[in-house]
C-alpha cells in the first residue's frame, strides 16, 4: 500500500514512516499464491505503520480462525521446540518483538498463555496479525483463553472502546464469539503443564480440563474460572491455608500453594506448572517453594513489558528446546501516541482553543490607553458587572468597561487552568492506555524510585474481576 505524501515536507518527527493511506485491499491481504490464506508478513508491515484493515477482511479473517479453534480440543499437547508467551495486552509492538525473540513463526512453535486484550491500545491489532498466524500454521500456532478474553472484562477496561473507536459495535461481538472457542490448556512434552491463572480444587486430573464447557462466557466460579483466574500463593514458603483459600485479591477463584500443587504434579506426573495472569518485575518468576527440589513447582510468564506504560518491567518468554527450558528478557519498544480514551483531536483542543479565544478578547476590549489589569476580580466584582450588564441604561461608561475586562480577565485565568489541568491529564492518562489508574496515583509512580511496586500497589484494585462484590 502507498503512503499519505507529504509534499510540504513538514512533517515533525520524520523517522517516523508515514502512514498507508487506506485499508489494505483483499487480494493483497488474500493473495492468490496463499490459496487463500492471509499474508501474514503484509499485515504485519501494514499494522507496524499504523495501517488499518477493513471490517470486512477482519470478519474474513476471525471466521477463518474460528473454524480451526472449535476443532482443537480444550487441552492441548504439544512437543518443543516450543516459545511460551504470557500476557501481551494489547501491546502491539511489544508483541512484534516477542516474534524477533522467540524465533520465526514459520519454522518456531508458539503457545500464547492469553490476555491478548485490554489495557493497552492496539488490542485489534495484536489479534489480527495473531489470527494470522494462526491461519497459516494451525498445527504451530497455539492460542489459549485468558480472563480478559471474555464479554465482561473487555467492557470494563479499553477492548470495547477500542473496538467501537476504530470499527464498532458488531466487530466487537464478533471477537467476543470467537473468544469462546479458544482452547484452555497445554500439556509441554508430557511434563508441564500451561495455562493461564492456575489449577482448582475441581482439577484432579488434567483429562478433566476436556470435560470443561468452554464455548460459553466464563463463569463465576468452578473449574473454567480457576484456570483463568487463580493464583499461586506470594510466599517464599507457598504455606497457604488448607490447599486452596478463597482469592480475595481477585475477588473470585483461589490461591493455591506448594502442597495443593506438590499434589496435583504427583498425581499427573508432571513437573511444574507455567502460567501467566500477573505482571512480573523481572518478565517471570520461579516459585521455588521446596528448596530441595532443582526445578520451581510454579512459573509464571509475562510478556507486556512496562504494562500500562507505566510499570517498568520487563517482558519475558519461555523458549524449551531438547528438554531444557530458557527463559528471554526484552524492554518495552516504543509505540505511536494515542490521546487517551480514544479521545479525537477536535474533543482535546477545545481547552486550547478556549484559552486562546478568551485572549484574544481581553486584549480586543482593553481601553486604548493599555490600562493593566494588576487585580483578579472578586465575588462582588462579578456581581456587580452581572447588574451593570443588565441595566442598559447605565450612565457610568468607564465602570462598565473595566468591570468587563476584569470579568474577561477572570475567565481567561480560568481557561488557562482548565488548559493545564487538561494538559495534565493528558500526559498522565496518556502514560495509562486504559485510564484506569487514577491521575493522582500515576503522579505518585511516576515519581517513585520502586515505580513497579508502586504502580502494582496502585492499580490492585483493577485485578479484582468487576461487577463482584468489592
Request: proline letters at 6%; hydrophobic letters at 35%; glycine letters at 6%.
Amino acid at each position: 500500500m502507498q503512503p499519505l505524501c507529504d509534499p510540504a515536507q513538514d512533517r515533525v518527527v520524520k523517522q517516523v514512516p508515514l502512514p498507508p493511506h487506506r485499508p489494505l485491499d483483499n487480494d493483497l491481504m488474500f493473495p492468490a499464491k496463499n490459496q487463500g490464506k492471509p499474508d501474514w508478513k503484509l499485515i504485519k508491515e501494514h499494522l507496524e505503520r499504523e495501517g488499518r484493515i477493513a471490517k470486512k477482511e477482519v470478519i474474513k479473517l476471525v471466521t477463518m480462525a474460528n473454524k480451526i479453534f472449535k476443532n482443537e480440543g480444550s487441552l492441548i499437547h504439544l512437543s518443543d521446540p516450543l516459545t511460551v508467551v504470557g500476557d501481551i495486552h494489547g501491546q502491539f509492538y511489544d508483541f512484534l518483538k516477542i516474534l524477533d525473540i522467540g524465533g520465526n513463526p514459520e519454522a518456531q512453535k508458539y503457545v500464547f498463555l492469553g490476555d491478548y486484550v485490554d489495557r493497552g491500545p492496539f488490542s485489534i491489532e495484536v489479534l489480527i496479525l495473531l489470527y494470522s498466524l494462526k491461519i497459516n500454521y494451525p498445527r504451530t500456532i497455539y492460542m489459549l483463553r485468558g480472563n480478559h478474553e471474555c464479554r465482561q472484562l473487555t467492557s470494563f477496561f479499553n477492548f470495547m472502546d477500542e473496538c467501537k473507536y476504530k470499527y464498532d459495535q458488531e466487530l466487537y461481538d464478533v471477537f467476543m464469539d470467537s473468544f469462546d472457542n479458544l482452547p484452555l490448556a497445554c500439556i509441554i512434552n508430557n511434563q508441564f503443564i500451561a495455562l493461564h491463572g492456575g489449577i482448582s480444587p475441581e482439577l484432579r486430573n488434567v483429562t478433566d480440563v476436556n470435560l470443561v464447557e468452554r464455548f460459553r462466557e466464563p463463569p463465576k466460579n468452578g473449574l473454567f474460572c480457576d484456570i483463568l483466574w487463580a493464583d499461586p500463593v506470594d510466599n517464599d514458603d507457598g504455606i497457604c491455608e488448607g490447599q486452596f483459600r478463597i482469592n480475595e485479591v481477585r475477588g473470585c477463584s483461589y490461591f493455591y500453594g506448594m502442597e495443593a500443587v506438590s499434589r496435583f504434579l504427583e498425581r499427573n506426573k508432571l513437573i511444574s506448572v507455567i502460567r501467566a495472569h500477573e505482571a512480573q518485575l523481572e518478565g517471570y518468576k520461579m516459585h521455588r517453594w521446596d528448596g530441595g527440589q532443582d526445578f520451581p513447582m510454579v512459573i509464571t510468564i509475562f510478556s507486556a513489558p512496562n504494562y500500562c506504560d507505566v510499570y517498568n518491567n520487563k517482558g519475558a518468554v519461555i523458549k524449551f528446546k531438547n528438554n531444557d527450558l530458557n527463559i528471554q528478557q526484552y524492554n518495552y519498544s516504543q509505540h505511536p501516541y494515542l490521546l487517551p480514551n480514544f479521545m479525537d483531536i477536535f474533543t482535546w483542543s477545545i481547552p486550547f482553543v478556549a484559552e486562546k479565544v478568551t485572549e484574544v478578547l481581553f486584549h480586543i476590549i482593553q481601553p486604548r490607553d493599555g490600562e493593566a489589569m494588576d487585580e483578579i476580580v472578586d465575588e462582588d466584582d462579578i456581581a456587580k458587572f452581572k447588574e451593570l450588564v443588565g441595566d442598559q441604561q447605565h450612565k457610568n461608561k468607564d465602570v462598565f468597561l473595566k468591570s468587563k475586562i476584569k470579568f474577561v480577565f477572570r475567565m481567561m485565568q480560568i481557561q488557562k487552568g482548565l488548559r493545564q489541568q487538561s494538559e495534565s491529564l493528558v500526559q498522565t492518562k496518556g502514560a495509562c492506555p486504559d485510564s484506569r489508574i487514577p491521575k493522582t496515583l500515576l503522579d505518585s509512580i511516576k515519581d517513585s524510585n520502586g515505580a513497579f511496586q508502586t504502580a502494582k500497589m496502585a492499580d490492585s484494585i483493577n485485578e479484582k474481576r468487576p461487577g463482584l462484590s468489592q
